[in-house]
């Protein structure tokens, strides 16, 4: 990936094409998606959020538009590797809560910032995975500048809703490529124990929201993890809720896509990356300190992500 520029964004540019004609339907989804002025992708690692983004950035790209990308496992590293970030470490592969909500509260700024200084030839495509309060705060209505643009018509949050059968190969292509990347950024995807963390997660939000009656899911239990399997069903109810405030819509993912030699993190179009400055990371940082003055009410707070 070359990257250039100053500031908050980087332009990226790599070798590789569009693989989404294997699903016609999906292909036409994604067609339509392509004039939107905002898409962002929402739910859980390995359901294919990536790979849509790649995909839908050729899309819009063939369409004239100039695509800007607004991604989490993009942003919360600079956030982490900013001066402010470090006081809040990494820790068994999850980020700090401070962190969590500073991403999300920066991601507004960023949103406002991006709707004013660029027309309908532009697209901001980004990827929200919500689940433990990563970047809720775009589903939450708030009094400020982007949720005008964050409520309009023209802003899509699509939830990539995949069968049992294509979890089951997205988890098992996500652990090869961490062993054999072909991009450096695929080494860093979540790996499997934090996988079956975040499905807990949607679980224990579909109780909580009494979408999963007596307690159950209806869902197999996984062995390996001893708690309910992946259910597509349960999946979609939690990000219904969760995105009741927004223009939202289900992407079905029912067809395996020939992505054998195609790495989501590699582009053949440029793509503006829209990322935190140290000075916006230590702003937001700074925004969640003095908001939460201890680590219980902040933990409480990020531990009930999908309230909304």
Same mark, same amino acid.
């Given at each position: ?28 989804? %994604? ?19 990536? %790979? ?13 538009? #100039? ?29 700090? *809560? ?96 934090? %996988?079956?963390? %975040? ?34 069903? #349960? ?23 020939? #992505? ?7 582009? *053949? ?27 219980? #009410? ?11």
């Amino acid at each position: 990936m070359a990257t250039g520029g100053a500031g908050e964004e980087r332009v990226t540019a790599d070798p590789i094409g569009v693989v989404a004609h294997a699903d016609p339907g999906l292909f036409a989804q %994604l067609e339509r998606l392509a004039a939107s002025r905002m898409v962002f992708f929402a739910g859980l690692p390995g359901t294919g959020k990536s %790979l849509l983004t790649h995909q839908l950035a050729h899309l819009a790209h063939a369409r004239g538009r #100039t695509v800007h990308l607004l991604q989490w496992d993009v942003a919360r590293p600079a956030i982490e590797a900013s001066e402010a970030g470090r006081r809040y470490p990494v820790r068994d592969g999850i980020s700090h *809560a401070v962190v969590r909500v500073a991403a999300g509260l920066w991601a507004r700024e960023a949103i406002a910032r991006w709707a004013a200084r660029t027309g309908p030839g532009d697209v901001l495509i980004g990827e929200t995975p919500f689940v433990g309060h990563r970047f809720i705060e775009l589903a939450r209505r708030a009094d400020d500048a982007a949720e005008p643009h964050l409520s309009a018509p023209s802003c899509r949050f699509v939830v990539p809703v995949p069968s049992r059968e294509v979890r089951a190969h997205l988890e098992a292509e996500r652990e090869r490529r961490a062993a054999q990347p072909l991009h450096a950024r695929e080494a860093e995807d979540a790996p499997p124990q934090v %996988l079956r963390g %975040l499905w807990g997660a949607v679980i224990e939000a579909a109780q909580a929201l009494g979408l999963a009656a007596g307690g159950g899911t209806g869902a197999p239990v996984d062995p390996a993890a001893g708690s309910p399997a992946y259910d597509p069903a #349960t999946y979609r109810v939690v990000y219904q809720a969760v995105l009741v405030h927004r223009h939202y819509e289900i992407v079905p993912l029912d067809v395996i896509l020939p #992505t054998g030699a195609l790495s989501v993190y590699a582009f *053949a179009i440029p793509c503006v990356e829209v990322v935190p400055t140290p000075e916006e990371a230590a702003r937001a940082v700074g925004q969640v300190e003095a908001r939460f003055r201890g680590a219980a #009410t902040l933990d409480a707070t990020v531990a009930r992500w999908w309230e909304v």
